[in-house]
T-cell receptor
Framework: GQQVMQIPQYQHVQEGEDFTTYCNSS?????IQWYKQRPGGHPVFLIQ?????EVKKQKRLTFQFGEAKKNSSLHITATQTTDVGTYFC???????????FGSGTQLTVLP | NAGVTQTPKFQVLKTGQSMTLQCAQD?????MYWYRQDPGMGLRLIYY???????DKGEVPNGYNVSRLNKREFSLRLESAAPSQTSVYFC???????????FGDGTRLSIL
């Protein structure tokens, strides 16, 4: 079945440092979505990528979808304490009807 | 708009007891989902309903049943709770399959 792997599982950074989480799929994805979950909260949709090689930005967040549509990354520039949480990718292959979530990267930002 | 509403927020059960988790959405979405979240395991799909009147198994359906009562409501039932079902349960909805999902606040369920 479809598998979506996400690394690293945990990341601690000093405030102001950059952060990147990576998502890799065993199959080609039709799209990939990113979600953020604050501690004690629920996942909140951030963005969806559909096209091969697509890059989207939201303020300090940059999302990329690989050329082969099997990997994706989320990069945060100059982290702030408000960035704390777990970031999940979720992908859907052409044959699957539902999203498969990665296991998430838990980000801690030290002030 | 409330979005996705889940009840209850917390529940403690004894092994063998049954209960139903309720979920309702007010966004006129076609698709609804039930996930469980365990530490280090991400979100695992239990059951989903692509549209009113249909339900399908997800990745981890054993020990659970669901009912899509109408377009708004999608309930999850544990017939005979087991300690392995201790988890945080999230309900979500989306306009259609594969579209961005909106999550409820979750139900924190402990089974002793």
């Amino acid at each position: 079945g479809q598998q979506v792997m996400q690394i690293p599982q945990y990341q601690h950074v000093q405030e102001g440092e950059d952060f990147t989480t990576y998502c890799n799929s065993s199959t080609t994805l039709s799209n990939i979505q990113w979600y953020k979950q604050r501690p004690g909260g629920h996942p909140v949709f951030l963005i969806q990528l559909v096209k091969s090689g697509e890059v989207k930005k939201q303020k300090r967040l940059t999302f990329q979808f690989g050329e082969a549509k099997k990997n994706s990354s989320l990069h945060i520039t100059a982290t702030q304490t408000t960035d704390v949480g777990t970031y999940f990718c979720a992908g859907r292959s052409g044959s699957a009807r539902q999203l498969t979530f990665g296991s998430g990267t838990q980000l801690t930002v030290l002030p | 708009n409330a979005g996705v509403t889940q009840t209850p927020k917390f529940q403690v059960l004894k092994t063998g007891q049954s209960m139903t988790l309720q979920c309702a959405q007010d966004m006129n979405h076609n698709s609804m989902y039930w996930y469980r979240q365990d530490p280090g395991m991400g979100l695992r799909l239990i059951y989903y309903s692509a549209s009113e009147g249909t339900t399908d198994k997800g990745e981890v359906p054993n020990g659970y049943n669901v009912s899509r009562l109408n377009k708004r409501e999608f309930s999850l039932r544990l017939e005979s709770a087991a300690p392995s079902q201790t988890s945080v349960y999230f309900c979500a909805s989306s306009a259609d399959q594969g579209q961005p999902q909106h999550f409820g606040d979750g139900t924190r369920l402990s089974i002793l």
